[in-house]
T-cell receptor
């Protein structure tokens, strides 16, 4: 399977703490994107990082990409209860196919 | 600027029946992809439509078929429904002509299908 893997599968932190989740993938990619999904809802695009980029920031989000290790991380700083959701990484490979990881379920405790 | 819209939001079907789900892509987008997301799982790629043709397909049986119309909207059809087809079906739109490295994929809210 070309699907990526996220870890941890579940993460529970206190409000105000930072949350880090990791994603590994298997094929060469054009870009990697992170999405957020509230329970039973659609996927909301958070951030895109191109294969030639190593780090990207957007508000409280920081994404890194290491193509040599085929891995990426998403850091959410100063977490809020409203950040509680599932987070998925998705890779766009060189065949323009888009594959999702298995997701990290984040719970932020107020 | 309308985002990706899907209909219906929820539906219940009986085993053996057929279902059609609909999607309108984000304004300006020409490519529609469909994903199946079972409870607790990540989305699985079903297929992608561009220029009214199926361009790529994931590991799904022929019971899953689709169509893209000249206005870029799309339908997903599933025949001979099985209990295991119960899932959230997500539509995603993108612009195939855009630089691949900057190609952001946008998703609709999904259609919840329950097969009983």
């Amino acid at each position: 399977s070309q699907q990526g893997e996220e870890d941890p599968q579940a993460l529970s932190i206190q409000e105000g703490e930072n949350a880090t989740m990791n994603c590994s993938y298997k094929t060469s990619i054009n870009n990697l994107q992170w999405y957020r999904q509230n329970s039973g809802r659609g996927l909301v695009h958070l951030i895109l990082i191109r294969s030639n980029e190593r780090e990207k920031h957007s508000g409280r989000l920081r994404v890194t990409l290491d193509t040599s290790k085929k891995s990426s991380s998403l850091l959410i700083t100063a977490s809020r209860a409203a950040d509680t959701a599932s987070y998925f990484c998705a890779t766009l490979n060189t065949g323009n196919q888009f594959y999702f990881g298995t997701g990290t379920s984040l719970t932020v405790i107020p | 600027d309308a985002g990706v819209t899907q209909s219906p939001t929820h539906l219940i079907k009986t085993r053996g029946q057929q279902v059609t789900l609909r999607c309108s892509p984000k304004s300006g987008h020409d490519t529609v992809s469909w994903y199946q997301q079972a409870l607790g799982q990540g989305p699985q790629f079903i297929f992608q439509y561009y220029e009214e043709e199926e361009r790529q397909r994931g590991n799904f049986p022929d019971r899953f078929s689709g169509h893209q119309f000249p206005n870029y909207s799309s339908e997903l059809n599933v025949n001979a429904l099985l209990l295991g087809d119960s899932a959230l079906y997500l539509c995603a739109s993108s612009l195939l002509g855009h630089t691949a490295s900057g190609n952001t994929i946008y998703f609709g809210e999904g259609s919840w299908l329950t097969v009983v």
